[in-house]
């Protein structure tokens, strides 16, 4: 029987705003081939504790998966996290994102985060639910933060190639809901064409994330998933929202003569 993993995408911003849960859609891709994933959206659902709670008791769900930013979607994830783990203690809480990653000693503190992934998270997340389910020693998941007595971290993952990763998984989330309006186009999609920068501002939350690492999309893959959008939901509009989209100019120019040729 195949194990259902939940994801939790905290509110972020005000409705009829929200774009596509990329950073969920980005862990949860490695896990579509043997898992069963579900979405509970907190820009689309007034009340996702419930939700959660609800699908985790009616899946056997035993995994959480939490993207946190500091604002308005740590504000609700504590709210919710603490309602779920209240409810159902032995469902295992993981969150992500730049705030755990950068404060993963204060999330194990508290009492509702059960796991910390630090950083890209895509190989790391996918060796903790294997682990999770199938057993293995917690020391050998990379980009791990836990309690163990007191707070353990391990080694940082090996960082991904984006190419080698598989595409988000559309098909689970309804994807019309995330198309908006903006200055772009009357329909707009969104994507993630790049993870990571390699600068070092002292202001950045990225810098601790990204150990100044800057992992692109080829343009080809950038080209094709920009025009599947067109195809399949009639977008006229793309907003990238990467960390830093134009470090390599041959790249952004390649994109570009890619769309419009």
Known sequence: MRRTILHYNPISTSPGKQRLPMSLLAIAAPLAADYDLEFIDGNLIADPAARIIERARNTRAEILGVSVMPGPQLRQAVSVCKQVKAAMPDLNIVWGGYFPSNHY??????????????????AAFR????????????????????RNGTVQTTARATFVPLDSLPWYPY????????????????RVGAHHSSWGCPFACNFCAVVPLAKRRWLAESAERVVEITRFFKDRYNVDGMEFHDMDFFVNEERSAAIAEGLTG
């Not at 294997?130 to 980009?143: E, I, R, W």
């Not at 098909?171 to 009357?186: A, F, H, K, M």
């Open 171 to 186: 098909d689970q989330i309804p994807v019309e809901q995330y198309i908006g309006r903006s200055y772009l186009g009357e």
């Open 105 to 122: 000693q204060f999330c194990l503190e508290s009492g509702f985060v059960d796991y910390v992934i630090i950083g890209q998270g895509e």
């Open 127 to 146: 060796k903790l639910v294997d682990t999770l389910h199938h057993g293995g020693a917690l020391s050998d998941v990379p980009s791990l933060a836990y």
